[in-house]
């Protein structure tokens, strides 16, 4: 019984509720671009300094280590899924909120 009113009033609240479109405080759309950007730029240098440092780790383990060469091969899905996680950044976020 209660269970039922819990429903019934989220369904009759949800019904009523406004939902705008997303926008920008006045001034804020050059700073919350430029902060986006820079946030971008340096994602995808991390991610090419990732790319480095498992290809060295993959060199210098060639040859009796290994474990290094292993640990480099294992880092790069996980550079690749972080860059594929920043590209997708937006659009997730977007479907998230809708």
């Known amino acids: 019984m209660v269970?039922?009113?819990?429903?019934?009033?989220?369904?009759?609240?949800?019904?009523?509720?406004?939902?705008?479109?997303p926008s920008a405080p006045p001034?804020?759309?050059a700073v919350a671009t430029s902060f986006?950007?820079?946030?971008?730029?340096?994602?995808?240098v991390a991610g090419v300094l990732g790319f480095f440092i498992c290809a060295g780790m993959m060199i210098i383990g060639r040859r009796?280590?290994?474990q290094t060469a292993v640990d480099?091969?294992?880092g790069?899905?996980?550079v690749l899924a972080g860059l594929a996680l920043t590209s997708l950044a937006a659009g997730i976020a977007g479907v998230a909120l809708t």
């Open 3 to 21: 269970l039922k009113l819990v429903v019934a009033g989220q369904a009759a609240l949800a019904a009523n509720a406004p939902n705008p479109a």
């Open 27 to 29: 001034g804020m759309d």
């Open 36 to 44: 986006l950007s820079w946030g971008k730029w340096i994602l995808l």
């Open 64 to 66: 009796n280590r290994s």
């Open 72 to 74: 480099g091969a294992a």
């Open 76 to 78: 790069v899905p996980w």
